[in-house]
């Protein structure tokens, strides 16, 4: 499976933005997807998940401000990031897995996004 991230830019704290992921084949809508991000000099982190079923996870740091999303007809996941602070700041990443808690085996390229105060 091939992953297709999308949709990084700069914006200013409190502004929104839309990330998009597109998988090469129709069955990555039987795997756990996600979006991790790695800001300069911190280890990479996990940011929100979704299983193949809906079920979703996020992390402390975006919940209440992020919403990932699926829409398996077009092999897409999204994460809407609402009220973006500067510590937002940083590569983002869609991954893949066939579980739900094991590694994460498929990788996007990242997206930077940039949260100016």
């Known amino acids: 499976v091939q992953l297709q991230a999308s949709g990084g830019g700069s914006v200013q704290a409190g502004g929104s933005l839309r990330l998009s992921c597109q998988a090469s084949r129709r069955t990555a809508s039987q795997y756990t997807r996600a979006w991790l991000r790695q800001a300069p000099g911190k280890e990479r982190e996990l940011v929100a998940q979704i299983t193949a079923s809906g079920g979703t996870f996020y992390g402390d740091a975006v919940k209440d401000r992020f919403t990932i999303s699926r829409d398996n007809s077009k092999n897409m996941i999204y994460l809407r990031m609402n009220d973006l602070r500067p510590e937002d700041t940083a590569v983002y990443y869609c991954?893949?897995?066939?579980?739900?808690?094991?590694?994460?085996?498929?990788w996007g390229q990242g997206t930077q996004v940039t949260v100016s105060s």
């Open positions: 991954a893949a897995q066939r579980g739900v808690r094991g590694s994460w085996g498929y």
